[in-house]
């Protein structure tokens, strides 16, 4: 396990509000991190929103942790009435830089063009072998055409609290297992859950 990590941020400066609606345990976060534990030069992406929480949390357990804050960008660009295309440059790491990337929910705030293009990102930057983490809102909030974004921040014992950013603006695309699946095709399904409070959890490999 490593004691201390490089970070690279390519975040915007926000101001985010500590009010956390929920909490779980996410055993789909222990799965993640422990696919890291036996590697001595581990790098993962944090796709945002940014939160110190989780990078102090990610420092204790990879050597680098790259942030790209795709939710701020994407609320951005929209705000300025850009075309979507143009966030994707954000990405623009080398081919199979990444040991682990974390999504969380950016996918439920994608049109299905967004996201392909999204996951054939991912399967570029992550090396083969790495794993992808994913999060989907649940069946409490299918009629809600545009619930208040959340930051997933990492505490003690794995444990996720949703803090939510109310600056953000982006619409939700509620999503059935099935579809989530679909949409991950380039990569291997590992393990999914479905928590205590209706967030879906997903993980994927890429072969």
């Not at 999503?175 to 879906?200: E, H, I, W, Y």
């Amino acid at each position: 396990m490593a004691t201390s990590a490089i970070v690279t941020n390519r975040s915007l400066d926000n101001t985010y509000i500590e009010d956390f609606s929920a909490d779980y345990a996410s055993d789909a976060l222990r799965l993640f991190i422990a696919n890291f534990q036996q590697l001595q030069d581990s790098q993962v992406l944090d796709i945002g929103p940014v939160c110190g929480d989780n990078i102090n949390f990610l420092a204790q357990q990879v050597k680098r942790i790259y942030v790209c804050d795709m939710f701020t960008r994407l609320d951005r660009d929209k705000r300025k009435g850009l075309q979507s295309g143009r966030v994707w440059r954000h990405l623009d790491y080398p081919a199979e830089t990444f040991d682990g990337i974390l999504l969380w929910d950016l996918c439920d705030r994608l049109d299905d063009r967004e996201v392909g293009r999204l996951v054939d990102l991912c399967h570029t930057m992550i090396k083969q072998g790495g794993i992808l983490m994913l999060s989907a809102l649940g069946e409490q909030v299918k009629d809600v055409t545009q619930p208040v974004i959340n930051c997933f921040v990492i505490k003690d014992d794995f444990r996720l609290y949703l803090r939510p950013q109310p600056h953000l603006h982006l619409p939700l695309y509620g999503r059935q297992n099935r579809d989530v699946l679909s949409m991950l095709a380039p990569f291997s399904p590992v393990k999914s859950f479905t928590c205590r409070n209706g967030v879906r959890e997903f993980l994927f490999r890429r072969d």
